[in-house]
T-cell receptor
């Protein structure tokens, strides 16, 4: 069974602090997507990473795909209350042409 | 920007009753997904369609759940009979045919079974 493990499960920090969320697996993925979900809404795509070692930046968010394409991280610099939400990673396994494996999510709360 | 439409937004039903959810994907999106999500957790795939064909329904409780996408456009997910444990958010998503295309989600149907 292919799994994506996200850590931490829950994180509550003060506005202005930095944080990193991790998405790890023993399986290799052809690509990995990060989504953010706010209460009462569906997840919204933040980024897709495809190449091992790839780094993508989205304003204060930095996404990295591991060299071996088994893991990914999301780093937020100077977190703001608007970053509050459930962060989900989802990966496309190398040995499947249709599956998308989801992590259980990291619930992030940024306190003003 | 085009959105995935879902209805109803909320549904309260008694156990043993039937319930149905509807989803209209973004025009041109060949792949349609139904997910179930428990509050604060990741989504769990129930069924995935490519056009009108089921690609994956391995996690769909087929004794009570059914899904169809007859013309390869909109889709309906049905539960009969509903059980207390079915209370959750039911999310529909769609994507283009290409492998790394992102999923576009609707805002879901919040089901409460009493």
């Amino acid at each position: 069974t292919q799994l994506l493990e996200q850590s931490p499960q829950f994180l509550s920090i003060q506005e202005g602090e930095n944080l990193t969320v991790y998405c790890n697996s023993s399986s290799v993925f052809s690509s990995l997507q990060w989504y953010r979900q706010e209460p009462g809404e569906g997840p919204v795509l933040l980024v897709t990473v495809v190449t091992g070692g790839e780094v993508k930046k989205l304003k204060r968010l930095t996404f990295q795909f591991g060299d071996a394409r088994k893991d990914s991280s999301l780093h937020i610099t100077a977190a703001q209350p608007g970053d509050t939400g459930l962060y989900l990673c989802a990966g496309r396994p190398m040995d499947s042409n249709y599956q998308l494996i989801w992590g259980a999510g990291t619930k992030l709360i940024i306190k003003p | 920007e085009a959105e995935v439409a879902q209805s109803p937004r909320y549904k309260i039903t008694e156990k043993s009753q039937a319930v149905a959810f509807w989803c209209d994907p973004i025009s041109g999106h060949a792949t349609l997904y139904w997910y179930r999500q428990i509050l604060g957790q990741g989504p769990e795939l129930l069924v995935q369609f490519q056009d009108e064909s089921v690609v994956d329904d391995s996690q769909l409780p087929k004794d009570r759940f059914s899904a169809e996408r007859l013309k390869g456009v909109d889709s309906t997910l049905k539960i009969q009979p509903a059980e207390l444990g079915d209370s959750a958010m039911y999310l529909c998503a769609s994507s283009r045919r290409s492998y790394n295309s992102p999923l576009h989600f609707g805002n879901g149907t919040r089901l409460t079974v009493t």
